[in-house]
């Protein structure tokens, strides 16, 4: 393959490397790295409309992913090693009722479902290519760190294929039980570290540096190749045509910064003329990538990135003692190890940076399970995030705006039960001691004796009433 290769994304060093070769981090620099594709040996369509004749041929395994059928947009593997499970079937789904609640004209509102992946969240998109980089480079023992999405993802590649193991590290305690019971379920060897993500993330990178076990967090530069294909199933959604806005939360910084790589590729190649902007939501419990950007102004500056600015900014977060802390528990990050590419993805795509408070995502979680898709707390995030811009007027009423759903509603069930519940202990242990005190969409249970005439009372309805006749 002399088409591809891994390129370090500083501008001073660009060292290059096999994509045979096994890294995390440029062997020179340490900086992050990114696959590089020399586009004039690869037979890329001159136009995105051509991908739609895959459609008719879905009993083709790689037509039918929502992520190889591009797979022309991100050719590092031969297909016979291409490891899929059917990932990527995912909708998006215009939301006229959300739309009208944050004063939007109809037809303006989009929502990215990525829930509807097989283990329930958007990592899909990534996993199936780290599987298959793993694959072809024979990895035998496969692992992570993770909030809870990336294990469930990594774990059910390995239990699907058969192909490596894999042993998965969480933060002990700050995992949502959707995602802890599916790495236990889909057979992970699961390893609870007392300390939260960023500690699971630090630990698991030198353990992988020092054995040969192949690491597929996002640091790992061919996850993000198959990320870049949401934007473009967002593309398809939407007839080809680009939006003026996408909206996306930020946790480790993987999936903006796969976004930013799509938009960059896409007009290098002209397949699109214009790119979106990106909005990039934070919880303000883990807000490192909105304080840089806004507070302290940090940008991509063509690749010169100020990093005494984020030694700093990490030092003076030591000195405080502060740990990333947010409902959101998919993104209580607060070293994203994506940071770098993700000034970058800012700067290829206009973006900005909003945080929301933890009531503001789980108001917005709840407003769009009453209205879309049911998704989890991190992708209400965008919903929340939305509502901001719209107040700041830097979305207009007719821009064409989509929001990543990243993961699905039953993830994290506990707190979609403890939000609704009328059962004010239950609701006091797990929200109010992260600042949430209301929750104005609540649709509490109610509790009523075993008996018709008590029910129906519940009901609101007399027994002449109940009869459909
Ligand atoms: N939404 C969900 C549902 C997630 O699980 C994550 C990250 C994000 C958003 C943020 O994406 O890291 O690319 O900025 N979850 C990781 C995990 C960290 O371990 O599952 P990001």
């Not at 739609?52 to 797979?71: A, C, H």
């Not at 990534?126 to 298959?132: E, K």
């Not at 480079?137 to 992570?144: E, P, Y």
Request: with cysteine; hydrophobic share 40%.
């Amino acid at each position: 393959m002399n088409h591809v290769h891994q390129a370090c994304i500083h501008p001073e060093c660009g060292a290059t490397y096999d994509v045979g070769q096994i890294l995390t981090a440029c062997p020179s620099c340490n900086s992050l790295l990114d696959i590089q594709y020399d586009w004039d040996k690869v037979a890329v369509p001159r136009s995105l409309s051509e991908f739609e004749s895959r459609w008719g041929s879905r009993r083709e395994p790689l037509d039918f992913s929502g992520v190889w059928r591009f797979r022309e947009l991100l050719p590092f593997a031969p297909d016979h090693q291409i490891v899929t499970i059917g990932e990527g079937q995912t909708i998006l789904q215009k939301n006229d009722r959300l739309a009208a609640q944050l004063g939007m004209n109809s037809g303006r509102l989009f929502l990215q479902y990525e829930g509807l992946n097989p283990s329930g969240s958007f990592k899909d998109n990534g996993m199936t290519a780290a599987s298959t980089h793993a694959h072809m480079v024979g990895a035998r023992i496969t692992a992570c760190a993770s909030t809870g999405n990336t294990s469930a993802s990594l774990a059910i590649y390995a239990g699907v294929s058969g192909l490596f193991q894999c042993v998965v590290f969480v933060g002990s305690g700050r995992i949502a039980y959707g995602k802890l019971s599916q790495a236990l379920d889909y057979g992970a060897r699961t390893l609870q570290i007392r300390g939260d993500f960023d500690d699971a993330l630090a630990r698991v990178r030198e353990i992988c540096e020092q054995h040969p076990i192949y690491l597929c967090n996002s640091v790992n530069p061919f996850r993000l190749e198959g990320q870049k294909t949401i934007m473009l199933r967002v593309l398809e959604g939407l007839g080809w045509d680009v939006p003026e806005w996408i909206v996306v939360p930020g946790g480790n910084l993987g999936n903006c910064s796969a976004f930013g790589k799509a938009f960059m590729e896409l007009k290098q190649l002209g397949l699109i003329d214009r790119v979106p902007r990106l909005a990039i939501i934070n919880s303000s419990g883990a807000h490192t990538l909105e304080q840089l950007v806004n507070a302290h102004e940090l940008t991509w500056n063509s690749g010169q990135v100020d990093a005494p600015k984020i030694g700093d900014y990490y030092e003076s977060m030591d000195e405080r003692n502060e740990r990333a802390r947010t409902l959101a528990s998919a993104i209580e990050i607060n070293r994203p190890v994506n940071l770098e590419k993700a000034l970058r993805a800012i700067d290829v795509c206009d973006g900005v940076v909003q945080s929301v408070t933890d009531q503001e995502i789980v108001d917005a979680r709840a407003m769009i399970a009453a209205a879309g898709f049911g998704c989890e707390p991190a992708s209400g995030a965008t919903l929340a995030g939305l509502h901001h811009l719209r107040e700041q007027n830097l979305i207009g009423t007719d821009d064409r705006v989509v929001c990543v759903l990243t993961g699905h509603q039953l993830k994290d069930p506990d707190l979609t039960v403890a939000y609704h519940s009328a059962d004010e202990n239950l609701r006091a242990k797990k929200l109010v001691p992260s600042g949430v005190t209301k929750a104005p969409y609540a649709n509490a249970p109610v509790v009523v004796d075993n008996d018709v005439a008590a029910i129906l009372e519940a009901l609101e309805l007399s027994e002449e009433s109940a009869a459909f006749n």
